[in-house]
């Protein structure tokens, strides 16, 4: 609830305000200009004529208008906008010119703040993981209550200013959901067969003792598996054949659990299997099928490695490189959350993707293929496995032009090896329609931090991811 400062100063009683805070039309984008004008050069006197400068004229700025519909006389009683810094965007977005009418900044309204969160909000969308703004000295206190942090000071415009930082937490989030409960519910697994994992703790499979076979095993999440069952079909061979190369593993066969509410149901998931099955040239040698239970779908997959590639191989110093497959696109309805590059690929192509890591086996010192924590919490298993730290280089990831960098960091990628090599001595993988680059690097400590363009880290992953340490 705000106080109408404008109805109070004419005797009217005080009325809640009625706020909604959209992305400017060409009249909001007229109105907000307007605004901006009678705030930072007639009120504040920071500018000459006008304010505007060559983000107005950028197509990629986002401008935010917040609109009283309650009020005829002044709709838009704020506005603000924010635009990636660079070209191409690397997902670091900044905010500025934010401006609220002086008939809504008083009497506990609330206009300013409403703007400003919609902002961070709308920047994560937008892929971005560093948004920044450089605000007015005496602005620093109410944006530290929104939990915006302090990062130094400058002068612009002739006046003092204070750059501060939203925190992002996209990756932090991610990977408390999906890998941070490991240690915990697992631990006591790990040491039920002493040996059986030695060296693989972390690891997407694990060797089977007294052989040269690896399993693995993955299971879809069951909503997945209801809302879109043959692509679930499809992914639960393509994580275990990525889990299996990812250790070097060339593929011999995949066993299946599948739970359906009935027969027609249970065909469109198996559908989906055989043809991903096929495209691999792994056969399914068995499994276990149940009807009239909710969907579900779990898959194990056997391998050969006469060396297993551990995800733990790495040390501090050793390059990252990422391997990645950008062809294809967002498969529909999981748009921001799953890069279908699979389903494009001949079945040469995917086989020979199998085989990338075997190939430069035992040249390779760790690897790890993306899955559920998405490339950065991925980058940060195989570090906490190795040891370490991480940080990765956001120019230089490998990225498809349709995903933002936000999306891209924690999505499932499709096809996507994470491997360490010591420094100097990364190769490419061989990998059919992939791109391959050095974009990383193993450092003391633990965590993943991003480097960014002007050589500023942020860090995505404070910590250890899943707890459970070095192998």
């Not at 635009?83 to 905010?95: H, K, R």
């Not at 679930?232 to 599948?258: F, H, I, Q, Y």
């Not at 696109?329 to 040469?348: F, M």
């Not at 003391?444 to 860090?459: I, K, M, N």
């Amino acid at each position: 609830m705000s106080v109408d400062v404008c109805e109070l100063l004419i005797g009217a009683p005080p009325r809640a305000r009625r706020l909604i805070v959209e992305r400017a039309d060409a009249a909001g984008v007229a109105a907000y200009r307007a605004l901006r004008r009678d705030v930072f050069v007639a009120e504040q006197g920071l500018f000459a004529g006008h304010d505007l400068d060559d983000l107005d004229n950028d197509p990629r700025t986002i401008v935010l208008v917040a609109r009283d519909t309650g009020d005829a006389g002044c709709p838009v009683v704020g506005g603000v906008r924010l635009a990636p810094v660079t070209e191409p965007d690397v997902g670091w977005w900044a905010g500025s010119r934010l401006a609220v009418h002086a008939c809504a900044r008083r009497g506990g309204g609330n206009v300013g703040a409403v703007l400003v969160r919609a902002a961070c909000s709308t920047a994560e969308v937008a892929g971005a993981l560093r948004f920044e703004a450089e605000v007015q000295a005496g602005n620093v206190t109410f944006f530290q209550r929104l939990g915006w942090r302090r990062l130094g000071s400058t002068v612009l415009h002739g006046i003092p200013h204070v750059r501060m930082r939203w925190p992002v937490g996209r990756v932090e989030a991610l990977v408390a959901a999906t890998k941070a409960p490991l240690r915990e519910l697992v631990s006591e697994l790990l040491t039920a067969v002493p040996g059986a994992a030695h060296g693989f703790v972390g690891d997407d499979g694990a060797p089977v003792p007294g052989s040269d076979l690896v399993a693995v095993c993955d299971a879809i999440v069951p909503a997945m598996v209801e809302r879109d069952p043959e692509w679930a079909g499809w992914c639960s061979v393509l994580v275990n054949v990525n889990d299996l190369a990812a250790m070097g593993a060339l593929p011999v066969g995949l066993l299946d659990a599948v739970g359906a509410r009935d027969r027609s149901f249970a065909s469109r998931v198996l559908a989906g299997l055989r043809a991903a099955a096929r495209a691999a040239g792994v056969p399914v040698l068995g499994g276990h099928t149940q009807l009239g239970v909710p969907g579900a779908l779990a898959v194990t997959g056997l391998g050969r490695a006469p060396r297993p590639v551990p995800a733990g191989g790495g040390r501090a110093g050793d390059e990252l490189r990422v391997t990645a497959d950008l062809g294809g696109n967002w498969r529909p309805g999981h748009t921001g959350r799953q890069w279908d590059s699979t389903s494009y690929r001949r079945a040469d192509e995917l086989r020979a993707q199998q085989r990338a890591v075997a190939d430069r086996a035992p040249a390779v010192a760790a690897a790890k293929d993306v899955s559920m924590a998405g490339l950065a919490g991925t980058v940060g298993m195989l570090a906490e496995a190795s040891g370490c730290g991480a940080e990765l280089d956001v120019a230089e990831v490998p990225r498809p032009s349709g995903a933002s960098l936000g999306d891209w960091l924690t999505c499932f990628p499709g096809f996507a090896m994470i491997t360490a090599d010591r420094a100097g001595e990364s190769v490419a993988l061989d990998a059919p329609g992939c791109e391959s680059r050095v974009c990383g690097r193993l450092r003391t400590g633990t965590g993943v931090r991003l480097r960014w363009p002007d050589g500023a880290y942020t860090e995505v992953v404070a910590g250890a991811v899943t707890g459970m340490g070095v192998a």
